[in-house]
């Protein structure tokens, strides 16, 4: 069983920093992408920043240039360090795994880390 925990988030002014983090029960070498997801309040869920095992990076246009997912396969840690927040980035942050193994997609969650960015 796989399991993802997330922690860094918290209240910060608009102009901030935050930075996530996600440890991974295995190695984060093994999954196929792991990425950040976030759900504001009254919102679908989007998706905001993805990494793939050989590094390749893909951000959602409105974070682009602000925040930066990076991986420390060390630690089996994916870390999303988020900088000029704005009022909008106020959502629960998730962190998300896909393993596809033999053709099987397995897909996994973390709990969710609350990020609230004050004006």
């Known amino acids: 069983q796989v399991q993802l925990v997330e922690s860094g988030g918290g209240l910060v002014q608009a102009g901030g920093s935050l930075r996530l983090s996600c440890a991974a029960s295995r190695s984060t070498f093994s999954f196929n992408t792991i990425g950040w997801y976030r759900q504001a309040p009254g919102k679908q869920r989007e998706a905001v920043a993805t990494?793939?095992?050989?590094?390749?990076?893909n951000y959602a246009d409105s974070v682009k240039g602000r925040f930066t997912i990076s991986g420390d396969n060390a630690k089996n840690t994916v870390h999303l360090q988020m900088n000029s927040l704005k009022p909008e980035d106020t959502a629960v942050y998730s962190c998300?795994?896909?393993?596809?193994?033999?053709?099987?997609?397995?897909?996994?969650w973390g709990q969710g880390t609350q990020v609230t960015v004050s004006s």
């Open positions: 998300n795994a896909i393993l596809n193994r033999f053709g099987v997609v397995y897909d996994y």
């Open positions: 990494i793939s095992s050989g590094g390749s990076t």
